[in-house]
């Protein structure tokens, strides 16, 4: 069983976190204040209480007059006061049941035998408590409130950061070189996000040099091969005909071939080619390129456009997936164009997982349910066209609901959507919205 995974934004869980510390210290220091205030009136209460019979003894030994509401040998005298009466002490005592306000009770012993008393509740210095009580409570959710609101406030300033880093980060993952994550969170508070950034530039720029000098050895190794692959391919052609001369020939043309794709990868890969634009009839354009390399394939028009794009570079991506399409799938070959989208499907076997999960990779061809022959470069040079066009290229499997696809051979196929917008002249691209 998969389990349910709570995704919460960082400014709640700060908050949250505040609110909860706010909630215990104030909840502590409420009643820290209260007991403090209730144990220090009962004290004091008693204290009054005791000067209150020490009076009424002296009025009650002289006069013989009962006074502070004093009384004889009250029968509701406490059980603790009638012992320490009769052990000779004055002594108080309190009343407290938890739930009304404390009877306090003062008591000395006569020299006639009688215990002299006197009691009170004081309610009126107890409502006091009560005052306090709620006074506590409001300033209890003040302090939550406020821990809330700075919660939310710190919170919020670091997960905009943070998300702004992230937003970089997922820029350089799709190649933008320029992008730098620490001027992207900006700010003049200087915290873990900023050596977060400053790690991730690090990172990204190491990458870069390194991808930069590993495509730089890989056009030079290219071009140091194109010359001596050029002169075997001429001297192949001296050679008496024969069936050894076909197959030097043939493996010459193929070297060739692969150096000249590779120094294509390689000029694509260093974002340096642009585009020569031209207004075409896109169906007129795309019927004529397909008859002349795949003359069995089905062009089905159903919608024209007319659009502004290099065309020699978009009849390359539509050579190399018609190419990828009879290397690795089956007839028939089926394109289609619908406005500005062309589709290229076979009913072979259908791309591999790996290609469908992370894009096209030179020389890597396919898997078990693909014949394995080629070097993977035409699908990446397909992509990298498309990219310097400002167009989109998509890979997936046909679906039996909407494509037709039989059960046996499914058929892969492969989507060009080119913009409404040209590319500039700087090299921005215009953003391929592409429908679920």
Do not use: C
Request: glycine share 8%.
């Amino acid at each position: 069983m998969r389990r349910l995974a709570l995704r919460t934004g960082l400014r709640w869980k700060v908050s949250l976190a505040i609110a909860a510390v706010s909630v215990l210290v104030a909840v502590v220091l409420s009643l820290v204040v209260h007991n403090a205030a209730r144990v220090s009136m009962l004290d004091n209460s008693r204290t009054v209480m005791d000067e209150r019979v020490k009076v009424a003894q002296r009025w009650y030994e002289q006069s013989r007059v009962l006074g502070f509401g004093a009384k004889l040998d009250d029968p509701r005298l406490p059980e603790q006061l009638k012992k320490e009466a009769w052990r000779g002490q004055r002594a108080t005592y309190l009343e407290d049941s938890g739930t009304g306000t404390p009877e306090v009770w003062a008591s000395v012993p006569l020299r006639n035998g009688k215990v002299l008393s006197v009691h009170t509740k004081f309610q009126d210095r107890f409502a006091v408590l009560n005052d306090l009580d709620r006074v506590l409570i409001i300033g209890a959710v003040a302090v939550v409130l406020g821990g809330i609101a700075l919660g939310v406030l710190i919170g919020d300033q670091l997960s905009r950061r943070l998300r702004k880093a992230a937003t970089a980060a997922r820029k350089l993952a799709e190649g933008d070189s320029e992008v730098r994550v620490r001027e992207a969170i900006g700010g003049r508070v200087r915290d873990e996000t900023d050596d977060l950034a400053r790690a991730v530039d690090g990172m990204a720029e190491a990458l870069q040099q390194r991808l930069e000098a590993e495509r730089r050895v890989t056009a030079d190794i290219a071009h140091e091969l194109r010359t001596p692959v050029t002169g075997l391919l001429t001297a192949a052609e001296l050679l008496p005909p024969g069936r050894p001369t076909e197959l030097v020939r043939d493996r010459a043309q193929a070297m060739r071939t692969l150096v000249e794709d590779v120094l294509e990868v390689a000029r694509l890969d260093g974002f340096a080619e642009r585009a020569e634009l031209q207004e075409i009839a896109l169906a007129e354009f795309i019927t004529r390129r397909v008859r002349a390399v795949a003359p069995d394939a089905v062009i089905t028009v159903v919608r024209d456009a007319h659009v502004s794009t290099d065309p020699r570079r978009l009849e390359r991506i539509m050579g190399n997936l018609l190419a990828n399409a009879a290397r690795h799938g089956k007839p028939p070959f089926e394109v289609t164009v619908e406005g500005r989208v062309l589709r290229v499907r076979d009913h072979g076997p259908g791309f591999p997982e790996e290609l469908l999960k992370d894009g096209p990779s030179r020389f890597r061809t396919g898997s078990k349910d693909r014949a394995g022959t080629g070097h993977g470069l035409g699908l990446t040079i397909a992509a990298g066209q498309a990219r310097v066009l400002g167009a989109r290229l998509t890979f997936r499997n046909a679906d039996p609901a909407t494509d037709g696809a039989d059960g046996e051979g499914r058929g892969a196929v492969a989507v060009l959507w080119l913009p409404e917008s040209a590319p500039t002249n700087t090299g921005s691209f215009p953003v391929i919205e592409v429908p679920d």
